[in-house]
């Protein structure tokens, strides 16, 4: 199995180790070295002997590059992120989910890994699985060693209370982080939101199954009614864990527009510290899914595009529906705050038809 990845990533080359952070930019000339040498089974290049070791202390000094590197062609479409649900359904029954139907269906797994090839050849690197809750997918595992094999770094967004299950797995094939949302500090807490029995103590099994096999680990600190008075107890069992951790607590109404979570708010804990600058979402990443349906991303899901049945030929309208999804329109339009705005149009549409409070999303509730 490969140590190392050289991959296009839009207008530039790296090389990237799975299960490291660290990485590293390598001109074209490097890249398309690289790809000589393994087709040609040559030894690892001196450069990258050198900085594999610098970077990551890899020895790669006695290795054949066929074997130590794998080359990830050029692609005609340039996207470098993907996010895909593998499936809706979930173990948890979370208040503040934005998801409003958690439905456990979708692809078979003969689809899912033609799904997953058609990813890599629009040029995906980085893939984060997600659903509901992927560690409960049937076809997880495979799925994953499919991923791998290719060549993505990917992240595992999980409510962690199945990772036990699979640390060997990525023990073996090292994703680039698992990150595990942490809903309290204490088991009456975590489960008066996640409103599931053991969840508490699942989770923190799967914590610890992750950290004694060394896998890179993140926490996200979840803030709602019911953990805001366990915020700093949250924060010190999430340093039991890992140095990486940040707090979400600004509660989304589901994609479809659903108020529900909204009850879920922590009073006082509404961050509106980020102005909205921006997004890439259509044209450099896109999300899938669990029916293999591609959209610009988890929230904006108008004009899906069906990868099973329109291939890869359909992700080229995706810009365009993307950016038709940004205009500020509805109640929106002429809006002399935009410039200053936190709040995505796709966000600010779900809000809308959630009837959602101004002050929670838009400036014109201050």
């Known amino acids: 199995m490969h140590a190392v990845i050289a991959s296009p990533q839009e207008q530039k080359y790296v090389v990237v180790r799975p299960g490291a952070r660290a990485g590293m ?5 490097h890249y398309r070295e690289l790809a000589d040498a393994v087709g040609a089974a040559l030894s690892v290049p ?17 290795e054949r590059s066929d074997r130590a590197v794998l080359v990830r062609p050029v692609t005609a479409l340039a996207y470098s992120r993907a996010t895909w649900e593998i499936n809706l359904g979930c173990n948890f029954n979370c208040e503040h989910c934005y998801l409003e139907l958690r439905p456990f269906d979708g692809l078979s ?6 799904m997953l090839a058609m990813l890599r050849d629009a040029g995906v690197l980085w893939l984060q699985i997600t659903g509901g809750e992927p560690l409960i997918d049937p076809h997880f595992s495979d799925a994953y060693r499919h991923a791998y094999g290719m060549g993505m770094l990917i992240e595992i967004l999980t409510n962690g209370s ?32 996640t409103r599931t029995r053991g969840a508490f103590k699942n989770t923190i099994r799967g914590l610890d199954a992750a950290r004694e096999a060394g896998l890179p680990i993140e926490i996200t600190i979840i803030i709602t009614k019911h953990s805001a008075h366990e915020v700093d107890q949250m924060r010190a069992l999430a340093e039991q864990y890992t140095s990486t951790y940040d707090e979400f607590s600004n509660i989304s109404p589901t994609y479809t527009g659903g108020p529900d979570p909204l009850a879920a708010q922590a009073p006082g804990y509404l961050d509106k510290s980020a102005v909205f600058t921006g997004c890439p979402a259509g044209h450099t990443f896109f999300h899938v899914d669990p029916h293999g349906r591609a959209t610009m991303c988890k929230i904006g899901r108008e004009h899906p595009i069906n990868l099973m ?3 890869l030929d359909g992700l080229t309208r995706l810009p365009e529906i993307a950016d038709a999804q940004m205009l500020r329109t509805g109640g929106c339009s002429g809006c002399a705050l935009s410039a200053t705005c936190r709040v995505c149009r796709p966000l600010a549409k779900a809000y809308q038809a959630a009837k959602a409070p101004l002050n929670t999303y838009c400036q014109h509730g201050n």
């Open 25 to 29: 930019q390598i001109p074209s000339t």
């Open 46 to 62: 001196p450069w990258l002997v050198e900085a594999a070791q610098r970077a990551w202390g890899l020895n790669l000094a006695s």
């Open 109 to 114: 797994l003969t689809q899912k890994l033609d």
């Open 162 to 193: 199945r990772l036990h299950q699979h640390v060997e797995l990525l023990a073996e094939m090292p994703p680039h982080k698992v990150t595990i949302s942490l809903y309290g500090a204490t088991a009456d807490t975590f489960e008066s939101l």
């Open 309 to 311: 049945t329109e291939g």
